[in-house]
């Protein structure tokens, strides 16, 4: 054991003796492994943002949307249908079935319209939903108050602002109580909701909400479509629990073809765990594009150690040689020419971890539109960077130090 | 034959390198016995084969054909880790060039052979300091090799040819580099160990005066040994070193 040890120092004097070559051997790694651990911690940022968007729109959620229709033939993209109404959300609503796995479906409607009030205007998102909304949303109420089943019942003329809203709006005063007017209707201000960041749906701040009746009234004056109900762009449906899923979209399914009378699907459910999925995969490919790339920065470092072992190895052939003669055995020589490998890129791979976390962090103070972009160092890139340094250190320094081992202790000790 | 085994017998061995469809027949059947306690020169002129011997007796090489017997062990059929072994426990080199690693101190050079015995630290280090004081070089002990003279430089290789107590020295034209002065001061140190500490000592060369100061001269020519006989008037190197300076 004490013998492997002084070989290992041996090691550390040789590469201490090539101060230079050294350092730039490590360069090679440090570098590699830096930018793998930064890229991914890139593509890692932008997959973290983009999940909690997602999840900032609510738990649990399934968005019914309408689905494409066919004309004589020709297939509309999805959306094309005017096939969704207010009637199916209340029948959703009411099968007791699948009241037993959801807790509510929400549908709504959304316009964009110029909104007036204390003397300014602004150009904001209009939702005409029901009373549940808020909740299912996740937004959280700053002042005042949502609308009730009275108020939507009655169409009254009551609108919650979002945060970016009641700022533009009313920057100096309190909204609540205060009237606003879209088109040619007035609103009273009856909440302001908490400010709840950005979501995937777009601005959350950014909105107006009114009841839905008095959305089909006073905003698009809604002609009503099948059956005397009037059509909405989307319903929202909270699932109670996450592994009811599957049932539930199956159980809305069959409903919404009942009501339908139709044989090819007219709606489309997507749930939220969708809109994950599809936001993995896109980031996935993203990180992993990222991180090839700098993974080619890695291997062109491990070429190096091995170059540089290489030159070392024949540079040092008397030395071989002379150990040899005075009794080291082969794998005594592998071990030290081995040894100077591995350490090169161990320590290459911590330094790189660091530069890692430093470039990491650069990036994420730089902008694009206005926004960070978002970086996240995980501990799997760095065991993934770091692992790919040792073995790299490993693979392309056994070659050399096999040809090291191997050298003939006569031919070595005669080579100048 | 005595109940102790020669240090050395060699039985009829041939070497023969091919180099491509030429076969260069280096030793064509040598057979030689060395006893412990021995002080030999091998002598003869270039192309002789006494390199090739020394290179098989001191098991850097293996023979064609014949046997090689080392304190009775048979070393011709040894792996390549084996004649490590056994160049690290029982055979001690000094070569014509020296051959000390170009940036080790002269302690560290001594302490090579015992690394790779796995000997402590600390013993090492005391060894080390004792062999070097032996040659001569007890105030010598951090030079590098840049800073020492040839035949000091000879010294640190004998001293670490001595480091694991081995039962053969072999010294390959030992003072092939030094002027005539440092010469007889290795020769001196060489006949010291052999009078001194019954270190067997077998020295190639092909220079007489050399060979003169050994008790035995083995003669080579074209890959056989063609002459063998005792020397009964070794120069002693000490009085001649003795003459020159007074």
């Given at each position: 054991m004490t013998k492997y040890l002084d070989l290992f120092l041996t090691a550390l004097q040789a590469l201490s003796v090539n101060r230079l070559r050294t350092f730039l051997t490590v360069l090679g790694i440090v570098i590699g492994v830096g930018s793998v651990i930064a890229m991914v911690s890139v593509g890692r940022g932008a997959n973290e943002q983009i999940t909690a968007r997602i999840q900032n729109i609510g738990t649990n959620l399934l968005f019914i949307g309408p689905g494409q229709v066919q004309q004589g033939g020709l297939a509309l993209g999805?959306?094309?249908?005017?096939?969704?109404?207010?009637d199916d959300a209340v029948a959703l609503n009411s099968e007791p079935e699948l009241l037993s796995m959801i807790t509510a479906a929400v549908p709504f409607n959304q316009t964009f319209r110029q909104v007036v009030g204390n003397g300014t205007n602004w150009n904001t998102r209009v939702i005409g939903t029901t009373p549940d909304y808020w909740w299912v949303r996740n937004y959280q109420l700053a002042a005042g108050e949502f609308f009730n089943q009275q108020q939507f019942d009655a169409a009254s003329a009551v609108a919650i602002l979002g945060a970016d809203v009641a700022d533009q709006l009313f920057p100096e005063s309190d909204p609540i109580g205060q009237n606003i007017r879209i088109g040619q209707a007035t609103f009273r201000v009856i909440g302001v909701f908490a400010r709840k960041g950005a979501g995937a749906l777009g601005n959350e701040d950014d909105v107006v909400v009114i009841p839905l009746t008095t959305f089909f009234r006073s905003i698009t004056r809604q002609v009503a479509a099948r059956g005397g109900s009037p059509t909405v762009n989307t319903i929202i449906v909270q699932v109670a629990e996450r592994d009811r899923m599957q049932d539930a979209i199956e159980a809305i399914g069959a409903i919404l073809r009942q009501r339908h009378?139709?044989?090819?699907?007219?709606f489309i459910i997507r749930s939220q765990e969708d809109m994950l999925a599809l936001a993995n995969q896109i980031t996935g490919i993203f990180t992993l594009l990222l991180g090839s790339i700098a993974g080619i920065s890695l291997v062109v470092g491990g070429i190096g150690i091995m170059n540089i072992m290489l030159v070392s190895v024949t540079e040092r052939t008397r030395e071989i040689g002379i150990r040899k003669a005075v009794g080291a055995r082969r794998r005594e020589i592998l071990y030290q020419f081995l040894t100077e490998a591995v350490v090169v890129s161990v320590t290459g791979g911590l330094l790189g971890i660091l530069l890692g976390f430093g470039l990491s962090r650069l990036i994420s103070t730089f902008e694009i539109n206005g926004q960070r972009i978002p970086t996240l160092v995980s501990p799997d890139a760095i065991l993934l960077a770091v692992g790919v340094s040792a073995i790299i250190g490993l693979f392309f320094g056994i070659y050399p130090a096999a040809r090291a081992a191997r050298l003939n202790p006569i031919e070595a000790l005669r080579y100048e | 034959m005595s109940a102790v085994p020669p240090l050395i017998l060699l039985q009829d061995v041939t070497k023969v390198y091919s180099l491509g469809q030429v076969e260069v027949t280096a030793l064509a059947g040598v057979s030689l016995e060395v006893n412990s306690g021995e002080l030999v020169a091998i002598m003869g002129p270039s192309g002789s084969g006494k390199s090739t011997l020394m290179n098989i007796l001191g098991c850097l090489d293996q023979p064609t054909s014949g046997r090689y017997l080392l304190e009775g062990t048979?070393?011709?059929?040894?792996s390549d880790d084996e004649l490590a072994l056994i160049r690290n426990r029982k055979i001690g080199f000094v070569f014509q060039s020296f051959?000390?690693?170009?940036?080790?101190r002269a302690v560290e050079q001594v302490e090579l052979p015992m690394i790779y015995a796995g000997i402590p630290r600390p013993v090492r280090r005391r060894r080390a300091v004792e062999l070097l004081e032996l040659v001569g070089l007890g105030d010598r002990l951090d030079h590098r090799p840049t800073q020492l003279s040839g035949g000091q430089q000879q010294r640190v290789a004998i001293a670490r040819a001595l480091a694991n107590n081995p039962s053969l020295i072999l010294a390959d034209e030992p003072t092939g580099n030094l002027d005539s002065r440092s010469s007889a001061e290795i020769l001196a140190v060489l006949q010291r160990l052999n009078r001194e500490r019954g270190v067997t000592v077998i020295i190639v060369t092909h220079e007489a005066d050399i060979a003169h100061h050994t008790r035995r001269i083995v003669q080579m020519r074209d890959g056989l040994i063609v002459r063998d006989e005792p020397n009964l008037n070794p120069v002693d190197a000490e009085t001649a070193l003795g003459k020159k300076t007074a």
């Open positions: 999805f959306g094309s249908a005017q096939t969704l109404t207010y009378r139709v044989s090819q699907d007219d | 048979d070393v011709g059929r040894l051959n000390l690693l170009p940036r080790l």
